[in-house]
């Protein structure tokens, strides 16, 4: 079964920028739909972007124009932009397949933005 190890997550000044990469720990390129998630303190992990084999992203909408999601199957890598960062952007980040192939949680990667 395949493994997720989040990075880059970190302290930002809001309307500052991170970029959050997910190492897999084999190859990615046979999963259809990839996706970054994220879990604030007392709330319900969400899914904030999701990537297809064929390069095709969707947002949620509070995160569209801000966050940009990318996979480099090559690598068995997912990236995550994240550009002007808001305060209710503070979460643990995960990455993960998304479906019926899903896999165990990472530990994930924690953004906090604080001013």
Not at 11 to 38: D, E
Not at 83 to 90: A, G, I, P, V, Y
Request: hydrophobic share 35%.
């Amino acid at each position: 079964q395949v493994q997720f190890v989040e990075s880059g997550g970190g302290l930002v000044q809001p309307g500052g920028s991170l970029r959050l990469s997910c190492l897999a720990s084999g190859s990615i390129s046979s999963f259809y739909v990839m996706g970054w998630y994220r879990q604030a303190l007392g709330t319900e992990r969400e899914l904030v972007a999701a990537i297809f084999s064929d390069g095709r992203s969707n947002y949620k909408d509070s995160v569209k124009g801000r966050f940009t999601i990318s996979r480099d199957n090559a690598k068995n890598t997912l990236h995550l932009q994240l550009d002007s960062l808001k305060l209710e952007d503070t979460a643990v980040y995960y990455c993960n397949i998304i479906g019926p192939n899903s896999v165990s949680w990472g530990q994930g990667t924690q953004v906090t933005v604080s001013s």
